[in-house]
């Protein structure tokens, strides 16, 4: 549970922070060059960061199809998780050359998308390492 209660307050930050740059300080104007490159790229990095995070906050405990698909309970899920979550994240930002979308593709999106999501799955990792319930040895038990 203690993974759970990380994984939501991670999120809800995360996500805050995402709007803040997007909604207040993006829009404000007030940085050149490297300040801006950094925040244009900043959701990109941040929101590929909490796709593990997510997954694990919104899934675990359920038993609905998709809850099963992205459902992170060992080191091959949360490979599979990242590695569907880096395919949408690319079709995303592919599908922002459409031009009815009236957004822009970026490629550096793209890199720091996974930039993001691969330092996401070291972390996520280390932290289902640590917090994970262990089973007790089986000679723990006849103790």
């Not at 997007?22 to 900043?42: E, Q």
């Not at 999106?109 to 999501?117: E, K, Q, W």
């Not at 330092?119 to 089986?138: D, G, I, K, L």
């Amino acid at each position: 549970m203690e993974l759970k209660r990380i994984s939501r307050r991670l999120v809800i930050i995360g996500t805050l922070i995402i709007w803040a740059i997007k909604f207040i300080i993006r829009p404000l104007g007030l940085f050149d060059d490297p300040v801006r490159f950094f925040l244009n790229i900043a959701p990109n990095l941040f929101g590929a960061f909490l796709i593990p995070f997510g997954a694990y906050w919104f899934f675990s405990g359920r038993n609905f199809f998709i809850a099963r698909v992205f459902r992170i309970q060992s080191a091959y899920d949360l490979r599979l998780v990242c590695l569907m979550g880096l395919g949408m994240l690319i079709i995303n930002e592919y599908l922002q050359l459409i031009p009815i979308f009236g957004r822009t593709f970026d490629v550096y999106d793209i890199i720091f998308s996974m930039v993001g999501l691969l330092t996401s799955y070291f972390a996520f990792s280390r932290v289902q390492q640590r917090y994970s319930v262990q089973p007790p040895h089986a000679e723990d038990q006849l103790l």
